[in-house]
């Protein structure tokens, strides 16, 4: 049930741009909506979104009931492009996992800050900028929440040595 | 029992509870800003116990990440290695036989409750009651001799395998387990007597540390801390993994949103563990527990892939990027205390100190857990 | 105001139930270990830190193939072997033994995955659990020497 | 002149040693009990029993180092635990053991236990105020208000019974409770019907006035680290420990001639010191019985029980038993 009306909701961000590209062959792959086979992934939804969509996707999802399970990020080194993860779930039993990713180039990675919706992606942000120097344009309080305070460095990063 | 506070910034002064202080559990900071007992605003600090693993996950292969799990939660460990090699498992598609299933969940409910166990001592302990946490602990020490004398060790159990199990548990295990169900019951009225039905501590709990539904939602508060807000989520029921659509037990919710609903949801998980173990012990068919179908070096296929499951604490969920490597892309561990304990800052504003380290003390936290 | 009087009698009552409770426990045994003086047997399956089992000569059954060594997740194995010849029907063949087997337990995480890697089932765990020393290096264990030792 | 003031020394002397000694061994006493409800065994390896563990736990806090903290009031710092001791010792001095045991013995007696017992509050504001630390500041502030309201029931008991009595003479209180338990002052008798209700509020009081659990709010281990004492070590922390268990022996003594009857038999026979020895140490096993099975009170909590329930129950028992006086 949540998942068609999540779907159609998160597909309308899209409609100015033609069909959502669900093709998945083409790496990596264009923004949009895609339908995932649970028992094999885990979960049921994943968009790609651009940066500035991310607001209004996690907008449709804080409506529609969901809660925040985490954030986080991905390094891909070999196609220079930072991936931020946003995963969502719902308490009631009409199971539904919405992924939201949005990526951004290596050498300027900045998204938007979503704590202004869900509060408690205070910490999961901070924790990605910690650990991949990913900046949440918008956050109060960005400074190294599991490093050490002074920590300058980004340990998840691929080139990262230590 | 929040009083209004209205006062001029230069009349309060900083708190440092922590990173050591008995009411943290381990290395955990808060920075409170305080009005005589009252608390104005407060800012957890963590990071103290911070180890990376996720950049070990990245380095080691899965087989060799396995230890890992275990060092998160060292309450209850095994709920954790359960989510990733149900993680990887999926990923890899590998067919787990159901004895091992079984005994996996087994050991993951004895594990829970010694985790509870642990908890209510604790607990207890916060509020100035010794005693309990002795009681509570002689009654863990048995689980902690079971684990053993299957899994070979007390607290970081490195028990799962993918596709099964290290080794199978013998008639002593289920005869022990037997006849632990009934002593742990007997406990169970034992600690509803002394200490749940105690005036002082309903006192202490009563109406104190309101967290809301929607504050749950806003923060991703799972397990516990969401059932006693009266959300009735649990993985083990939303998203059924394992065997647990097998078994018939409930999800305890309570709907004050204090301190005590959250008490009494854990003091009903134990005895739902104690059912789900009663009938796994029942149920536990014979057979293999380990697949015949198992590549030997772990590879799994491209993909992004996700498994929650419910620990003691909440909902634990592991996320693994792979680039077909055989060790992982990105490997994310998405701790349940957390996101718990992340509501803290803004949930004690306005709370006596006291009433705030009883909070955080329902929180049940962990803390290597929480800074993985 | 009856909610005033019958709090005052729950409450009291509770408080000596609980008093009941811990009075019945003054006069219950102790059920504690009194550790350096008492003992107690380790189980079966406990996994303390590892030791290399001897075939029928005494010798360790190890092949020196280095699965241990690659699959140990915090590389706290390090492993030596010199070859020597020995006679199998006749001929004079080569093959690798043991000289050297050290294991760092300051670095190793109990998982075992060095005794399931094992394709000689050379490896052992111990049921060594007092182990305690102001000294690091007393972690470092030649196990081949403690074989020795066992085997004297 | 000269034989007074030898009889006097004597006679402190010997309440300092009472009072060491008690303070000593109910610490050893304390953690053996608990031990024995946590179904542990307790201190039991230095000398039989563990007897030997008081002497060697002094030993120890006497050859530490005393450290005051940076920044402390040192004068304060150090007089705190002096006087958390001190006034202790002091109210011994007029405790009648039994009919002919009493250091010395005052008309006033009642009045001068609870005059040095108000002493108590202010070590504890000294020391918390002194050794600047937050946490000590706030349970220092925690113990005093705690301390100040949980007086005013205990002195409104005490004249309840001082006014049935018609003295403040500790030794006559107990000579008129003297021939059998019926004639106690636990037991409701024509002038004062409420006595039992009165002997129990006494009785939380002196839990509250030695700050012991549940109402340790001073001390709140789990929350304020140590309390007042935190910054305290070596034997600084030793005489607020031996302050703290003196006080108990002194709470336990004032119930039991309020109220016990003193060193009365229960039945008439054999009156003497080892009654009222076995009566005190009953009330304090209660004591450690109590602290090993409750949690602890809050603030409020506690507030609330001694200004909503204990000072109005304890002022209508005054009236009460003023009015009856009158009538009878």
Known sequence: MILETTQQALQALFAGSGPADAAEAGSPRGNGVLTRDYKTHGYHLDAQVAPDQLLAAVTILDQAGFFIESITGVDWIKENQMEVIYDFSRYDFDTCRVVIRTRVPRDQPVVPTISTIYAGANWHERETHDFFGIKFAGHPHLVPLLLPEDADFHPLLKDFKA | MSAPIQLRPDETFILNVGPQHPATHGVLRVKMEMDGEYIVKSETVLGYIHRMHEKMGENRTYAQYLPNLSRLDYLGALGYTHGHVLAIERAAGIEVPERAEYIRAITVELNRVASHLFWFGAFVMDLGGFSPLMYAIQDREHILDMLEAVTGARLTYCYYRFGGLYNDVDDDFIEAARRFIPRMRKSLKKYAALVTGNIIFQKRLEGIAPVSAEMCRKYGATGPVARGSGINFDVRKNEPYSVYPEFDFDIPVYHECDSMARYKVRMDEMEQSLRIIEQGLEKLPAGPIMAEKKPKNIKLPVGDFYQAVETARGSFGIRIVSDGDKNAYRLKLRSPTYSNMHLFDEACEGMLIMDALAFMGSLDLVIPEMDR | ?152 | MSLTLLNVIVAVVIAIAFAAANAAYLVWAERRGAARIQRRPGPNINGPFGLLQPPLDGIKLMTKQLMIPGGADKILFMVAPVLAMAPAIMSFVTIPFSQGIAAHNMEIGVLMIFAFASMGAMATLFAGWGSRNKYAVMASVRAVSQNVSYEIPMLITAITVVMATGSMDLKTISLAQAGGFWHWNIFPSLHSPLMPISFIIFFICSLAETNRAPFDLGEAESELVAGFHTEYGSMGFGLFFMGEYANIVVGASLTTILFLGGWDCPFGIFPGVWWFLLKIYILIATFIWIRWTFPRTTIYGLLNLSWKILIPISLFNLLLTAGLLKVF
Not at chain 3, 3 to 23: A, H
Request: glycine share 8%.
């Open chain 3, 1 to 152: 105001m009856g909610g005033y009087f019958s709090e005052i009698f729950y409450g009291s009552k509770s408080l000596l139930i609980g008093m009941g409770i811990t009075f019945r426990e003054f006069f219950k045994p102790t059920v504690t270990v009194q550790y350096p003086y008492q003992t107690i047997k380790m189980s079966a399956k406990f996994r303390g830190h590892t030791e290399l089992i001897a075939d029928e000569e005494g010798k360790p059954k190890c092949g020196v193939c280095g699965l241990c060594e690659r699959a140990c997740p915090s590389s706290c194995i390090t492993l030596g072997s010199i070859s020597v010849d020995i006679e199998v029907d006749g001929k004079v063949k080569k093959k690798k033994v043991l000289s050297k087997y050290e294991l760092d337990f300051t670095k190793c995480s109990l998982c075992g995955q060095c005794v399931e890697n094992c394709s000689f089932g050379a490896l052992e765990f111990s049921k060594e659990y007092n182990l305690a020393s102001t000294r690091k290096e007393d972690f470092h264990f030649n196990l081949l020497k403690r074989l020795e030792e066992r085997n004297a």
